[in-house]
C-alpha cells in the first residue's frame, strides 16, 4: 500500500526525519476537510509554548542561531558552520537545547568565538534583544548556557535524593524548591473533594517578595500571544465542526483559554468523551505532564486526527469488551472497577501534529489523565495508523534482526506477527490498560510523586502484554493463532533489557519515564525467570532467549498486580524501590557491546516527523473548496516556516 510514497527524509546528530501519509483523507467531505484545516492551524499556534515550557532560554537561542543560520546560509562551507547547522536542527527537533528523550543539553560542536563572530557580522536590529539591551548583553546571558555544561545540564531530573525542581531546566517553576512545590499544591487538595481539578497543570509557579504566586497560561497571562491565535483558529473551527457536541466541546475550550480555569478544562474533558459521532477529532491543550520532574505542570501540545475506519474495528472489538478485560485482569479485585465506563477507541490517521507531538509524537494516546474523569466518565484512546505504518515502512531491510535477534526462527516469526502484536499492545496498553483499575478511596492521584509516570506507564504495558497472550484475542479474531504473542514478548524484553539502551549516553542513567517503565518490566521479569528468561553469549555476542513464554506471561501478571496495588493504594516507598531499583541502572559492558553493535548498522536510534504542509484551495470569492495535503517541503523549510508563520511569542 502506497509503497510509492517517500517515507523517509533527511539524517543528522542521531535523529531520522521521517513523513507520514494522510491515507484517506481525500474521501472526506469539504467540510470536514475545512474543519481538520482550522484545527490544524490552531495545532501549530502553540508551538513556541512549549519550546518555552522546556527551557528559559530555548526560545531565545532558536531564534538567535535561525537569524546567524539565514544570514550564513549559503555562503559559509566551514565546519564550525555545518555544527552550528546540526544544533539548530536539534533545538528544532526537541523544542529546545536539550535532547528530547534524555533531557540531557546538547554540547554545541562550535566554539564561543565563532559564534560571537557571526553575531557581531549580523545587523543587530534582526537579533532577538530585549528592549534596551546591547549585543554583548544578550551574549553574557546566553553563552553560559549553551557552553557550560554545568549550567542548568538537564531538562527533567529524576536522581533520588536531589531537590528535582531546583535541578531541572524546565520552565515551569522558578525561585522555588521542590518542598515548596509540593506543600503549596498539597494545600489545595480537600479531602472531601471527590472531583479535584488537576492543580498546578495550566501556570508556572514562581516565588518572588510577594510569596509563591501561579503565573496561568491564557489569554491574558502568560502565553497570552499563543493562546489567542489558537484560539482564533478554533473559533474558526466551531463554525465549520461535524455537529453540535464538537461545537460545544470547542466552546468549552476557549473559554479555558480565556479564564485559565481548572474546572472548566475537567468539564471540556467531559464532553470530549462524549463526541463520538464525528469523523475528526482533536487533542488540544496543556496535557501531558512528563516534562515536569513532579509529574504537575502539562506541556503543551495539539494532535488533529480522522478515524481508520477499518482499523477502528480492532480497537472496538476491545473497547467493547472492557469489562470483561477488567474483570478477568490478575489483580486484587479491590483495585477493580466494578462497572467500566465510556471506554472509546479508535484507529486514525494524524492530519497535524503540534507542541510536544512534533516532530516526535507518540503511537498511541489515552485521554484524559484525570483519574476522576476515567472512573466517572471513561477515556478516549487512539492509535495512530499511518504513524506506525511510516515506522514500519522505513525499518524493514535495516539489518536490526540480524543483528539483535537470536536465530532464524525467531527472526520469522516477528516478521510474520510484529507488525500486528505491537499494533495490538499498543491498542491493549492504551485503550485498556490506562483506563483499568481505581484507587482505593483517599488515595491522592499524586501520591507517587515523581515515580508515578513510570509506576502509571508500567502498569499500562503489563495490562497489554498480559492480555496479549489470552485465547480471547485468537477467539476475537486478532490474533491468528495462539503462538503469535510469543513475537511481542521477544521484542518487548529484547528491548526493554538491551537495545533501547542505544538512546542512552555513555555513563547515564535511564531517566525517561517510557524508557523506564519498559527497563523495570524486563529486568524484574529476568530477575524472576528462574532460566524462562536468558541472556546467552554467542560468538561474542549477547542474545536474548526465552525458554518458556507461558511462564513470561505469569511473571507479567504478579508485576502487573504489584504495580496495581502500588498505584491503588499510592505506595510511594514501594513505587521508589521499585524503580530505583530496576528501572534506573544500566550495565556498562552490556551497554557498550549494544551501542557498537547497532553503530555498525548506521541507524538513528530516534525519529520524528514532518507534517505534511496542508493547503487551501480557494474560489474567485476567497472561499475554501478542498484541501490538499503537500508533502514536498524539507525539513529545514517547514521549521523555517514555522518560526515566521507561528512564532508568536517574544
Request: aromatic fraction near 12%.
Amino acid at each position: 500500500m502506497h509503497d510509492d510514497f517517500n517515507y523517509s527524509g533527511e539524517r543528522f546528530a542521531d535523529i531520522q526525519i521521517l513523513r507520514y501519509r494522510l491515507n484517506g483523507f481525500e474521501t472526506l467531505t469539504l467540510e470536514q476537510k475545512r474543519y481538520a484545516y482550522y484545527l490544524a492551524q490552531a495545532a501549530l499556534c502553540g508551538r513556541d509554548i512549549t519550546t518555552d515550557q522546556f527551557g528559559k532560554y530555548n526560545l531565545r537561542i532558536r531564534k538567535l542561531l535561525e537569524c546567524l543560520y539565514i544570514y550564513k546560509k549559503g555562503v559559509s562551507t566551514s565546519e564550525e558552520f555545518r555544527e552550528l547547522t546540526v544544533y539548530l536542527k536539534r533545538i528544532w527537533f526537541s523544542n529546545g537545547i536539550y535532547h528530547h528523550y534524555g533531557c540531557e543539553k546538547f554540547a554545541p560542536g562550535f566554539s564561543e568565538e565563532y559564534l560571537r563572530s557571526l553575531i557581531e557580522r549580523v545587523d543587530a536590529s534582526l537579533l532577538p534583544l530585549r528592549k534596551g539591551e546591547t549585543v554583548e548583553m544578550m551574549c553574557d546571558e546566553l553563552f553560559p548556557v549553551i557552553f557550560r555544561p554545568d549550567v542548568l545540564p538537564k531538562r527533567v531530573n529524576k536522581a533520588d535524593g536531589e531537590d528535582l525542581v531546583q535541578t531541572s531546566a524546565c520552565n515551569f517553576y522558578e525561585g522555588v524548591s521542590q518542598q515548596e512545590v509540593e506543600d503549596f499544591y498539597a494545600a489545595m487538595k480537600r479531602p472531601d473533594d471527590d472531583t479535584p481539578p488537576s492543580f498546578g497543570l495550566n501556570s508556572k509557579l514562581v516565588k518572588d517578595e510577594n510569596g509563591l504566586r501561579e503565573l496561568v497560561w491564557k489569554e491574558d497571562g502568560l502565553y497570552g500571544e499563543a493562546i489567542r491565535h489558537i484560539i482564533y483558529w478554533l473559533e474558526k473551527a466551531q463554525v465549520v465542526a461535524e455537529n453540535y457536541q464538537q461545537k460545544k466541546v470547542i466552546g468549552l475550550l476557549i473559554e479555558y483559554y480565556r479564564t485559565g480555569d481548572l474546572r472548566l478544562f475537567d468539564d471540556y474533558s467531559i464532553e470530549w468523551l462524549q463526541e463520538l459521532q464525528g469523523s475528526v477529532d482533536f487533542i488540544n491543550g496543556f496535557i501531558e505532564v512528563y516534562g515536569d520532574p513532579l509529574g504537575l505542570k502539562g506541556s503543551w501540545e495539539g494532535l488533529v486526527e480522522y478515524r481508520d475506519e477499518e482499523g477502528t474495528k480492532r480497537t472496538q472489538a476491545i473497547s467493547s469488551r472492557a469489562q470483561w478485560f477488567e474483570d478477568h485482569s490478575p489483580v486484587d479485585d479491590r483495585f477493580k472497577k466494578r462497572r467500566v465506563k465510556g471506554v472509546t477507541a479508535n484507529v486514525i490517521c494524524a492530519a497535524m501534529l503540534g507542541g510536544d507531538e512534533y516532530p516526535s509524537t507518540a503511537i498511541g494516546i489515552n485521554l484524559p489523565n484525570a483519574d476522576w474523569i476515567r472512573a466517572q466518565h471513561g477515556s478516549k484512546s487512539i492509535t495512530i495508523s499511518n504513524i506506525t505504518e511510516a515506522y514500519s515502512k522505513v525499518s524493514r531491510g535495516s539489518g536490526f534482526m540480524e543483528e539483535f535477534v537470536i536465530d532464524d526462527a525467531a527472526r520469522l516469526m516477528i516478521r510474520t506477527y510484529g507488525d500486528d502484536c505491537d499494533n495490538l499492545h499498543t491498542d491493549l496498553h492504551e485503550c485498556l490498560g490506562h483506563g483499568s483499575g481505581q484507587l482505593l478511596p483517599g488515595v491522592s492521584p499524586d501520591a507517587l510523586k515523581a515515580y508515578g509516570n513510570t509506576i502509571e506507564e508500567a502498569r499500562a504495558d503489563l495490562f497489554g502484554l498480559y492480555y496479549i497472550a489470552d485465547e480471547k484475542l485468537v477467539e476475537l479474531g486478532l490474533l491468528p493463532n495462539h503462538k503469535a504473542y510469543q513475537s511481542q514478548y521477544y521484542t518487548y524484553m529484547l528491548n526493554g533489557l538491551m537495545t533501547q539502551l542505544v538512546r542512552i549516553e555513555p555513563g547515564n542513567k535511564i531517566e525517561e519515564a517510557h524508557m523506564r517503565n519498559r527497563a523495570l518490566i524486563a529486568h524484574w521479569v529476568y530477575e524472576h525467570s528462574k532460566g524462562a528468561v536468558s541472556l546467552i553469549r554467542r560468538n561474542g555476542k549477547t542474545f536474548l532467549l526465552i525458554n518458556n513464554y507461558e511462564t513470561l506471561r505469569q511473571l507479567f501478571a504478579e508485576l502487573l498486580a504489584e504495580v496495581q496495588r502500588i498505584k491503588s493504594e499510592g505506595d510511594f516507598l514501594a513505587a521508589r524501590e521499585l524503580v530505583e531499583r530496576y528501572a534506573v541502572n544500566v550495565d556498562a559492558e552490556l551497554h557498550q557491546e549494544v551501542l557498537a553493535r547497532y553503530r555498525q548498522l548506521n541507524l538513528a536510534p530516534y525519529k520524528g516527523f514532518l507534517n505534511p504542509w496542508l493547503k487551501p484551495v480557494v474560489d474567485a470569492d476567497g472561499n475554501i473548496i478542498d484541501v490538499v495535503p503537500d508533502y514536498s517541503e524539507s525539513y529545514e523549510e517547514q521549521m523555517l516556516r514555522y518560526s515566521r508563520e507561528y512564532g508568536f511569542l517574544s
